[in-house]
DNA sequence: CGGGGCATGTTGACCGCGTCAACATACAGG
DNA sequence: CCTGTATGTTGACGCGGTCAACATGCCCCG
């Protein structure tokens, strides 16, 4: 940081901008990312962002799809290990994926929020959010060929699942659950019901 | 409300505000209510709503409100007759669910939208959003009784099933969803699962 | 029946914000 | 070194929320 002050060039303020916003972001909400207040933290005018992006929704953008990285990345993680009880595993992306929203509610809400990120379709937004949908219809798919899921067509159940563990992230980021409940109790139930509901009982 | 309406002089301001602001959200979503533009639209000043709501979060919390109620009133029409298979009575309960946030998109995300409606806690939004989940826990309740439904806390799969329907609904709204998919099953599918995933089979 | 008080509506002003245009500066490659 | 381009700065504009001061009309009290 002091580094930057010392130079007219910030050196790679694009990527600062996207880190520091989404700081911004996780301590006071996207109503607080102001070009002025992310330029002034960063030691750079208000105009200086403009330079790396044409407004501030592409800036949000960018955060938005930095958020559907991270979380695509910790859902692979949990993804690994061809673990115990298969859908065991399953069951738990649906947790790490409740558990990402509720460890950063303010990015979560800016990465599904359409209402703060413009009007236009954000391709870069689509590829991002389509990436974390294709690895779970992926992971249905195996499931479904183990035989521990329901046969039919996969999107359509990634959809659902996708569905029941946004749902219920949304809902707790927004304080509309009950705060005596206990959360990751509830999160379990969530994902066993879902999964109860997808399960192969054909035999 | 009977004779309100002819109370004061310039008609009923308040009620006023509260139709053309949701008549605009639903137009051209929240972003577009502006004091000016709405004062505007009744033919008064932008100073006047200053009269009836402390500022403009007050007045789309209560925009919000109403459409809590209205969504309330929806799936309790949908809840009267007793007699079907009572199992494809609670499914059609989630279908209007997510078919009423189709319908009015930018309204139901203001619904949810914490962001737009400022930090605080919104008391009035608090109870209708709570009066929505208790009938939802009545039915559910009642389907208990009759064995349908799996013992347990009612409220719990309440918030299941309340997840459940709010997930997809928002991924719709939010284009989250491929619009090649039929959205008609999608929904079937989805209240399928859920049904499938909370049912009694303990027998 | 008339005046006063209060609810309601209006206007002017302020500030913060996003954004653009004109200007300034530094780094790179000849 | 010198200049062009990428990058950063500053001034200005318009919009929007909000408050304070002012205006208006309705109802009630005397």
Chains 1, 2 share one sequence.
Do not use: C
């Not at 911004?24 to 002034?40: K, N």
């Not at 659902?160 to 206990?182: R, T």
């Amino acid at each position: 940081m002091a580094e930057r002050a010392r130079t007219y060039h910030h050196g790679d303020l694009r990527a600062s901008l996207v880190d520091e916003a989404a700081a911004m972001i996780s301590e006071s909400g996207t109503a607080s990312v102001t070009m002025r207040a992310i330029g002034s933290r960063l030691g750079v005018s208000r105009g200086a962002p403009y330079r790396h992006f044409p407004d501030k929704t592409a800036l949000l953008v960018a955060v938005a799809v930095a958020g559907f990285k991270r979380l695509n990345r910790r859902l692979g993680a949990s993804d690994t290990g061809t673990s115990p009880s298969s859908v065991e595993q399953l069951r738990r992306m649906g947790e790490q994926y409740v558990r990402f929203a509720l460890e950063h509610p303010a990015h979560y809400r800016l990465m599904y929020g359409k209402e703060a990120l413009a009007r236009q379709d954000q391709p870069e937004l689509r590829k991002a959010a389509g990436a974390l949908l294709e690895n779970l219809v992926d992971v249905i798919r195996v499931h479904q060929q183990r035989g521990e899921i329901e046969g039919g067509d996969p999107r359509a159940q990634a959809y659902v699942a996708w569905s029941a563990v946004h749902g219920l992230a949304s809902l707790l980021i927004e304080k509309q659950i009950d705060p005596n409940v206990d959360v990751d109790e509830l999160i379990r139930q969530t994902t066993q019901t879902l999964l109860g509901g997808l399960r192969d009982r054909s035999p």
